[in-house]
């Protein structure tokens, strides 16, 4: 069964940058699409960003988009997001998960989170 | 955009059968997947492609989809089950329905 570790989280001004990190541990790191999902107090879950198994394709929500970048090291098993022109709103919990072998993008794996806090 | 319609909360008593929904245009056309989240934990996969249960979840958790609704069902509900249930498609993304709320009375 995979790990998946987050780090990085802190508290940060208003308009600073951050990377999180996600260590798996598992093997075939390579071979399986990863995703950042958040969510803030009291609030559902929102999709941030996802990226393939070799790390060419990208994908980002809209309200991400032109501030976050998502990229892998696969010779070390991480996942980062990189995280600049940081909001209020952007106050969460953020979770790394892997997507499972069906191909329709379920995530079977999550970390327990790391928590960014932006003050306003 | 594409959204995802699921009801704020649900209640079920202890032992009885538990039903959430997940509400979505051609829905029919995408796989659903289901996560149940306790509190101050992650999210948990319970039901992957509509009604596939992953390796540990138990067989009490069902998925099906008919019309313009998927649904997951829990059967012979714990005390262990109260949770925050969400659902999720992808369409040009990862969605999130906006989760439902099961408390067990």
């Known amino acids: 069964e995979v790990q998946l570790l987050e780090s990085g989280g802190k508290w940060i001004q208003r308009g600073g940058s951050l990377r999180l990190s996600c260590v798996s541990s598992?093997?075939?790191?390579?071979?399986?699409?990863m995703t950042w999902v958040r969510q803030a107090a009291g609030k559902g879950l929102e999709w941030v960003s996802s990226?393939?198994?070799?790390?060419?394709?990208?994908y980002y929500a809209d309200s991400v988009k032109g501030r976050f970048s998502v990229s892998r090291d696969n010779s070390k098993n991480t996942l980062y997001l990189q995280m600049n022109n940081l909001r209020a709103d952007d106050t969460a919990v953020y979770y790394c998960?892997?997507?499972?072998?069906?191909?329709?993008?379920?995530?079977?794996?999550w970390g327990r989170g790391t928590l960014v806090t932006v003050s306003s | 955009s594409y959204e995802l319609t699921q009801p704020h909360s649900v209640s079920v008593a202890l032992g009885q059968t538990a039903t959430m929904t997940c509400g979505g245009d051609?829905?029919?056309?995408?796989?659903v997947h289901w996560y149940q989240q306790r509190p101050g934990q992650a999210p948990v996969l319970v039901i992957y492609?509509?009604?596939d249960r992953p390796s540990g979840i138990p067989e009490r958790f069902s998925g099906s989809k008919s019309g313009r609704t998927a649904s997951l069902t829990i059967s012979r509900v714990q005390a262990g089950d109260e949770a925050d249930y969400y659902c999720?498609?992808?369409?040009?993304?990862?969605?999130f329905g906006g989760g439902t709320k099961l408390t067990v009375l």
């Open positions: 598992g093997s075939s790191f390579s071979d399986y699409p």
């Open positions: 999720q498609v992808w369409d040009s993304g990862v969605l």
């Open positions: 990226v393939s198994g070799g790390g060419t394709a990208t």
């Open positions: 998960a892997k997507e499972g072998s069906s191909g329709w993008m379920e995530l079977d794996s």
């Open positions: 051609n829905i029919g056309t995408k796989n």
């Open positions: 492609k509509n009604s």
